[in-house]
């Protein structure tokens, strides 16, 4: 039992590997239970300063092993770690909630999937770490995420600026209009009392005051390419700070391997 949660199941460190760990909460968010990998870095990798928190949100039809078993996240950050181009930072992965093909991490349907990422990860996350790992944790937030998960980070982070020190979002919806390309749940599902809440541009534009920082790419093969390009040109005629890029490639996990190198190091430059 953890105060924060009714239940919560933890994987057992002797059948754990790669540093990788297991989660299971019961949460009201969800209305029922949610899953999240978590990555730790080697202990000989640790110093005593308080670890910082990655969260990564996975696209349609995936689930909380994807950025792992389709995309070796841990791995990229381990050997950046023992390299020396990145601090140690602990890799977050939750599920988006597995509601339909997707549940766009907003809420709806009388589950709320946008506070089960805000609210209930990393307090998750904080439960299954070592008692001499909890002092000060998180250090510091950043989100990233591909394709929904894309959407959902560059959202999350621009209607919770404070919660975030920067975001990067890879190959990313931009707005919720473009959720039917990948789902086939009707839009009308997905629908907010708040128009403003279903668009990444409008929600940077309304807290432009308080965004962290903001990166984002795409492939120039990518279905999502020009979406990627007018949130681009406008966050430029709206004057809010950016760093955008595009490379070869298309709407796929080599994609997002590769570039999420560039989502990590971004991070590690942000910190404070």
């Not at 389709?70 to 381990?78: E, M």
């Not at 890879?170 to 997905?190: A, M, R």
């Not at 430029?236 to 298309?250: D, K, L, N, V």
């Amino acid at each position: 039992m953890n105060n924060a949660f009714r239940t919560i199941a933890i994987s057992d460190p002797a059948y754990e590997y790669d540093g990788l760990r297991y989660i299971t909460v019961k949460t009201a968010n969800l209305a029922g239970r949610g899953d999240i990998t978590v990555w730790l870095p080697a202990p000989e990798l640790i110093g005593p300063e308080p670890l910082p928190l990655v969260i990564l949100l996975h696209g349609v039809y995936g689930s909380h092993w994807c950025w792992s078993m389709k995309g070796g996240a841990h791995r990229t950050a381990d050997q950046l770690v023992r390299t020396g181009q990145i601090k140690p930072m602990i890799l977050a992965m939750p599920s988006d909630g597995l509601w339909g093909d997707g549940s766009g991490y907003l809420p709806h349907n009388a589950r709320n999937f946008e506070r089960w990422i805000i609210d209930d990860v990393p307090r998750a996350v904080a439960a299954a770490l070592p008692e001499n790992k909890l002092a000060g944790f998180p250090a510091q937030q950043f989100i990233a995420g591909l394709s929904m998960g894309g959407f959902g980070a560059l959202r999350l982070a621009a209607k919770y600026p404070d919660q975030f020190q920067a975001v990067h979002g890879l190959s990313s919806i931009t707005d919720l209009n473009q959720l039917p390309l990948f789902v086939e749940e009707p839009l009308h599902e997905y629908r907010q009392p708040e128009p403003v809440d279903e668009s990444v541009l409008a929600l940077m534009v309304k807290n432009r005051d308080r965004l962290p920082r903001i990166q984002f790419d795409c492939g120039t093969n990518d279905l999502l390419i020009e979406h990627n390009r007018t949130l681009h040109r406008a966050l430029t005629e709206q004057r809010i700070p950016h760093q955008y890029a595009e490379h070869p490639g298309g709407h796929e996990w080599p994609y997002w391997q590769q570039h999420l190198t560039d989502a990590l190091l971004f991070f590690n430059r942000c910190m404070a």
